[in-house]
């Protein structure tokens, strides 16, 4: 079982920055593939990043490729979402999750490739 904590959401104004956190509770953290994932009002739940479990890779959608950037601490058990030049449209509740065993890069962008999920950190873009 993985319980997966999200912190560093809030209001910020367009232009600005932020730096999300997820906290995993498991025993093995580097066996576990990492996305995080977006949801805004009414609209269904979408890809943001993903990283490998050694993170030497991270896979991007093309709406944020070139302003966020994810990383991981295996040692702290801990994924991150940097946020920079954020835009109103980035407004959202934002989830981490946990995979294992995602075999190609596509399968990132699937919720479905994802077995355990946060609660969801709010962050809210004004313009």
């Known amino acids: 079982q993985v319980q997966l904590v999200e912190s560093g959401g809030g209001l910020v104004q367009a232009g600005g920055s932020l730096r999300l956190s997820c906290a995993a509770s498991?025993?093995?953290?580097?066996?576990?593939?990492m996305g995080w994932f977006r949801q805004a009002p009414g609209k269904e739940r979408e890809f943001v990043g993903g990283?490998?479990?050694?993170?030497?890779?991270?896979y991007y959608a093309d709406s944020v490729k070139g302003r966020f950037t994810i990383s991981r601490d295996n040692a702290k058990n801990t994924v991150y979402l940097q946020m920079n030049s954020l835009k109103p449209e980035d407004t959202a509740v934002y989830y981490c999750?946990?995979?294992?065993?995602?075999?190609?890069?596509?399968?990132?962008?699937?919720?479905?490739?994802?077995?355990?999920w946060g609660q969801g950190t709010q962050v809210t873009v004004s313009s």
């Open positions: 990283i490998t479990r050694s993170g030497d890779n991270t």
């Open positions: 498991v025993r093995t953290f580097s066996n576990y593939n």
């Open positions: 999750a946990a995979g294992r065993g995602i075999g190609s890069s596509s399968g990132y962008y699937y919720t479905g490739a994802y077995a355990y």
